[in-house]
């Protein structure tokens, strides 16, 4: 059985699609439950119908005050994922028909390997589309320039690889996470639960696309094109901009350390301290820290901007 978690706020105008795209899955032990952050459209409504129609599997919860953003609406769910998987689900996309039984083949594949105490986390490619679903690329990874296989605890709290909304984490996981003191230092819950993965346990990568990721005017994190020249020389000339996303990442790294020091193994400690530190250092000892653990981005462009603002 699977837990799919939807957190939403002024979605309605997508909700349903994504809804009725869970509901043509063809792996049917699955239930959802819907979390609205107080929104002022007819989100709610929308879900309740759902909800009304299904009730054996479509739970809606509203809260009471708003949490603040989509990571604080999710990380509030995940003590409701009482099955032995979880996944979690935006309210704007569309899921393909064969998305969680793709996913859970690849998370059986894992327990198989690494036995099902070991903390896993599967995740997959996606197909990036425009508001009425027309196809714009046919992989997040490539338009992005980033590999699926920059999943070691090094890589990963530098550069996220993992999209909360393919993502399927187990029990195991779960157990391992707790709340987070300062969860403003904490980017996203996709990339907090994919660091976790990465410290304790194992992630695993499916790379048939399972998801339409809808692009529209109104999404929190969006697909941008890694390959543009126009996008690079963008985000070259914001330089303050291209510094406050690294320092997000050693804040992130500060409170993963913080959060899970007692757990975490000598070498790890080490790694998540230096890179946490970095804004503490001299220049020449903040290049060197990222030389000495191998902390850089993919892709040369990210480096050189790694090594200038760092």
């Known amino acids: 059985m699977i837990t799919i978690l ?10 349903a699609e994504q809804i009725e795209s869970i509901l043509r ?32 599997k479509i739970r809606l919860i509203r809260r009471d005050s708003p949490s603040g953003s989509a990571k ?23 899921w393909l028909p064969e998305k969680i039984a793709l996913t859970l083949e690849k998370m059986r594949e894992l327990e198989s390997a690494c036995g099902a105490d070991t903390p896993l986390l599967v995740h997959t490619d996606l197909k990036v589309v425009d508001s009425r679903l027309n196809e714009l690329s046919g992989s997040l990874l490539y338009i992005q ?13 530098v550069q996220n690889i993992v999209t909360g909304c393919t993502m399927m984490v187990n029990q195991a996981l779960l157990a391992r ?39 529209h005017g ?21 330089r303050a901009g291209a510094r406050t996303v690294l320092r997000d990442t050693y804040r992130q790294a500060g409170e993963f ?13 080490r790694l998540l301290d230096a890179y946490s530190g970095v804004p503490l250092y001299p220049k020449w000892k903040r290049v060197w820290v990222l030389l000495r653990y ?11 901007a790694q090594i200038l603002f760092v």
Not at 36 to 56: M, N
Not at 190 to 198: V, Y
Not at 295 to 303: E, S
Request: proline share 3%; with cysteine; aromatic share 12%.
């Open 6 to 15: 939807m957190a939403t706020y002024n979605g309605e105008s997508y909700l």
């Open 25 to 56: 899955q063809t792996e049917t032990r699955w239930k959802l439950i819907i979390q609205d952050d107080c929104s002022t459209d007819r989100t709610a409504a929308v879900a309740q119908e759902f909800a009304g129609q299904y009730p054996e």
């Open 72 to 94: 604080n609406n999710f990380f509030s769910m995940l003590s409701l994922a009482d099955t032995p998987y979880c996944m979690t689900c935006d309210q704007d996309d569309v």
């Open 145 to 157: 320039d980033l590999s699926a296989k920059r999943d070691a605890l090094h890589q990963l709290i």
């Open 177 to 215: 996470f707790v709340p987070i003191p300062e969860a403003q230092n904490c980017i996203m819950h996709d990339w907090w639960l994919a660091i976790l993965a990465a410290a304790f346990g194992k992630i695993g990568f499916v790379e048939t696309p399972t998801i339409l990721y809808r692009q």
């Open 218 to 238: 109104s999404n929190q994190v969006g697909a941008k094109n890694a390959h543009s020249l126009s996008y690079n020389w963008a985000r070259f000339r914001d």
């Open 257 to 269: 350390l913080k959060v899970y020091r007692a757990k975490l193994d000598t070498q790890q400690v």
């Open 294 to 304: 191998r902390l850089f981005k993919k892709g040369f462009k990210r480096k050189l």
